[in-house]
């Protein structure tokens, strides 16, 4: 009882005494927690302090030795730790940073402590939501980064990747160290042994290691084929974090509204060959495993790849069986960058070569088929979804050929050609920029590689991520071995590269399968180290915007005019109707003629080009007018050859809609540049660029003409008794054209005689010309069957309308428009010769 009774007091009296120091505790709260605030951060202040004097230190003592790299690094590591809170990771600081990182755990430590007695201390004295509003400021203290970077400033931004690229560089050059260190050992064992070809090895060896390259064939020392896996390996996990610090500083400057930086940023991250974006405007695949694996074919597959159905193993390689289909175990293809080559002995015989993505069907998958195409010999032939495809080059039977997949950023490229020391050398290339809206049956999710037919495939290489951007030597580039790190922009080095602007005029290459941001493409391309070429069947290049009707702009366009191919530039829906186009038509040797489309087919005749050969063509708009030229830069000035102005574009194109109001351009020629400026620069470029002379201005017809005001003085009427002074007539104007067999009715030759309904003209072939024979008796240009096997007949045309052309035949306009001159093409015959036809205009 005696020892309950106490047992009771003792916990009355810390009762009471706990209530006492609540309700003065509850008094000086505020005061005791701005105090521990204070002490808080005069302990963060103490420890920053510190860790800036020990840098100080190192900064002091290499300046001392001379030691410039040393400096470098260390004033990175101080700028990035005092402006955006990034601590060093140099092994001569590791104390200091640890130091620095007890101090401040202890400090926040101590601050919780301060806040945990206040929150009791307000729940003792049940003032709940004092309590509550400490537990919200202590949670922010607890699920803060105070010691973590920075990223809400620009200059923090920057200097996240300045550092991101110092590790790197360290990384790298720490990696490469050590991998050459074992070379040299092993150089000393060999020269020790007196073995002079091995050490002749190491020694190519080494100079390979030191420069980035891959190793001599024939390395086979195992430490230092071990050695380079791990410098690969090193580098490939270095590439991974330098691609994802890049995308963190482009998702940076973007969320600050930098967007300038960001695009830079954007663009050297490009230069260095590391990838953006997927060329589908989607955010960043992730960059994944880097690998690079090539593999020979034999009884067994690689590891990435599975059979389904049989093959069989032969001498140099494997031969699938009929319905054998060999694919990639993974179906991600379309998600990532990666090169694929297949290496396969085209046969004699008929068997078909096909190589795809998708999910290996023929409808769900883009595929490379080579085969024969009926006489015409063996071609590639590129399908999208269908059977036959449509050729892209021609393949010679029993030689080997390497088909090469590959997809960089967003666009898929596909090749046929060969490897010729160390480069692959493509004879022919097509380059579909959206394969999903190429073909809508593929899927991302089913995006495998595959190959099949009744052929021996030899060699397999896949490459993934970072390494593929390497592995891809487009163009006959030197393939970059996957263990070589990127390489950063010098400063003041120029910056013109594939894809990139051209520095001199501002315009963008088209030598990349990777258009310009501004540019989509509506089918598949071709590129070479010259440009971009465009196939027969439709394809244009297009804006992604549709608003060329509501802002000023300039379009440039660098092509070389072909001696037989229509070249055409545009703005509007893309179709004849609604768009205003201007065309080009050579006229093999002779001047090519130059044509105004205002939502017809032919248009009007504006001039023409004196030869063949580069031109630039010029679309610009200014307030409500439209100008269209051809011409030539001299000098870093546009200096036009034909120019036409349209008044008012919308009244002259009744269908052109500014909705639909896209710039775009087409043609089977090559196109080297293009240049788009809008706004303000654009009248900057009108101003500096302008021609010489004036444009002729086309007068907006749809408006009818004022009448014109009668004379005040009107004049005298001549005496009747005056005798007439006779007038002689004009003399008839004859204009001798030549037309080739090759001028075919897509390309017609333009006469630049403009004819209204009702004009008429007289032809007058020339009969001493001579078409080539063919087999068969077409009309020939007299309007007869030939005899003696003449070769095709000529045809003119105006406008819509048209007809054969015959010896003295007079005919009348049947509508405005320029003269067109054509033959009508005999299929038999080897579409040569030439003849020459007087066309009189009385």
């Known amino acids: 009882m005696i020892a309950r009774r106490i047992t009771s007091l003792f916990c009355l009296t810390v ?84 130091q620095y990182s007890l101090a401040m755990r202890k400090a926040d430590g101590q601050l919780v402590g301060a806040y945990e007695t206040a929150i009791q201390a307000y729940n003792d004295a049940k003032k709940f939501d004092a309590a509550l509003n400490l537990r919200k400021e202590r949670q922010q203290l607890l699920s803060g980064q105070p010691d973590g970077p920075n990223a809400d400033s620009p200059e923090a931004v920057a200097m996240l990747l300045d550092r991101a690229k110092s590790d790197y560089r360290r990384s790298v050059d720490e990696s490469r160290t050590a991998y050459v260190t074992v070379i040299s050992t092993r150089i000393t064992a060999m020269t020790a042994a007196g073995d002079l070809n091995g050490v002749k090895r190491l020694t190519d060896a080494k100079a390979a290691a030191e420069a980035d390259n891959t190793l001599p064939d024939g390395t086979n020392d195992s430490q230092v084929l071990g050695a380079r896996n791990r410098y690969s390996a090193a580098v490939q996990l270095a590439n991974q974090k330098l691609t994802s610090a890049y995308r963190d500083a482009i998702r940076n400057f973007t969320r600050l509204k930098y967007l300038d930086r960001a695009e830079a940023v954007q663009k050297e991250m490009e230069a260095i060959g590391l990838t953006t974006t997927r060329g589908d405007g989607a955010a960043p695949a992730s960059p994944g495993v880097s690998t690079d694996v090539s593999s020979k074919l034999s009884r067994t597959l690689p590891a990435f790849l599975a059979a389904v159905g049989t093959f069989g193993a032969e001498k140099v390689g494997i031969r699938p069986a009929k319905d054998c289909i060999i694919a990639t175990r993974t179906a991600d293809f379309l998600s990532k960058d990666f090169v694929f080559d297949m290496h396969v002995e085209v046969p004699k015989n008929d068997e078909w070569v096909v190589v795809g993505i998708g999910d290996t069907t023929e409808k769900g998958s883009i595929r490379v088929v080579i085969r024969n195409d009926h006489g015409h010999g063996r071609q590639a032939f590129l399908t999208l979804g269908d059977t036959w495809g449509k050729s892209f080059g021609k393949v010679r039977s029993e030689e080997p050929y390497v088909v090469r997949f590959q997809r960089i950023g967003g666009p898929v490229t596909v090749s046929v050609g060969a490897i010729e020391n160390g480069k692959f050398v493509p004879e022919m290339t097509q380059t579909v920029s959206n394969p999903l809206v190429a073909n809508p049956n593929v899927s991302e999710k089913r995006a495998k590689l595959y190959f099949s037919g009744q052929v021996v495939f030899t060699e397999v290489r896949l490459a993934t991520g970072v390494a593929a951007v390497g592995a891809s030597g487009f163009g006959g580039a030197t393939v970059r071995s996957p263990d070589a790190p990127v390489r950063f922009p010098e400063p003041g080095a120029p910056k013109a590269q594939p894809g990139a602007k051209d520095p001199a005029e501002g315009a963008f290459l088209l030598n990349n399968p990777k258009l310009p941001p501004d540019f989509i493409a509506t089918g598949t391309f071709s590129v070479t180290a010259e440009g971009m070429s465009i196939p027969d069947g439709g394809t244009k290049i297009v804006t992604k915007a549709e608003d060329y009707l509501s802002k000023d702009f300039v379009l440039d366009l660098w092509v070389n005019v072909p001696k037989t191919e229509w070249v055409v530039a545009g703005l509007g829906d893309m179709t004849n109707e609604g768009s205003l186009r201007v065309v080009i038509r050579p006229n093999g040797d002779s001047p090519a003629g130059v044509a105004l489309t205002l939502g017809d087919e032919w248009g009007k005749s504006i001039g023409s080009v004196r030869t063949p050969g580069p031109r630039v063509i010029r679309l610009e708009r200014h307030g409500k007018t439209v100008t269209v030229s051809v011409g030539v830069f001299t000098n870093g000035a546009f200096e036009p050859e034909v120019s036409r102005t349209v008044q008012d574009v919308k009244a002259a194109v009744a269908q052109l809609s500014e909705r639909r109001a896209k710039l775009f351009f087409t043609g089977k020629s090559v196109w080297t540049k293009v240049r788009l400026v809008t706004g303000d620069a654009a009248n900057v470029i009108a101003r500096v660029e302008s021609p010489a002379t004036p444009k002729p201005v086309i007068v907006d017809t749809t408006a009818k003409p004022a009448p014109e005001p009668a004379p005040a003085n009107p004049p005298a009427q001549a005496n009747p008794t005056t005798p007439a002074v006779p007038v002689k007539p004009n003399p008839p104007k004859r204009t001798e054209i030549t037309v080739t067999a090759k001028n075919l009715p897509r390309s017609p030759v333009s006469t630049g005689i403009q004819l209204k309904a009702g004009d008429k003209i007289v032809f007058e072939p020339n009969l001493t010309d001579k078409w080539k024979s063919g087999k068969d008796e077409p009309y020939d240009y007299r309007g007869r069957v030939d005899r003696n096997k003449g070769f095709m007949a000529m045809h003119w045309r105006i406008g819509k309308s048209g007809g054969r052309v015959t010896a003295g035949a007079t005919i009348a306009a049947p509508e405005d428009g320029e003269l067109l001159l054509y033959c009508e093409d005999d299929k038999s015959a080897d579409n040569s010769g030439q003849i020459r036809v007087v066309v009189v205009l009385p």
Do not use: Y
Request: proline share 2%.
């Open 15 to 98: 009762l009471s005494v706990a209530t006492l120091r609540g309700q003065v505790a509850v008094e000086t709260v505020p005061d005791d927690l701005a105090a521990a605030k204070v002490a808080h951060q005069e302990s963060r202040s103490a420890a920053k302090t510190a860790l800036t004097q020990a840098m100080d230190r190192l900064i002091r003592t290499a300046a001392a030795a001379g030691n410039l790299e040393e400096l470098k690094v260390l004033t990175a590591h101080k700028d990035a730790f005092v402006t955006a809170g990034i601590l060093p990771n140099l092994a001569t600081l590791s104390d200091a940073v640890a």
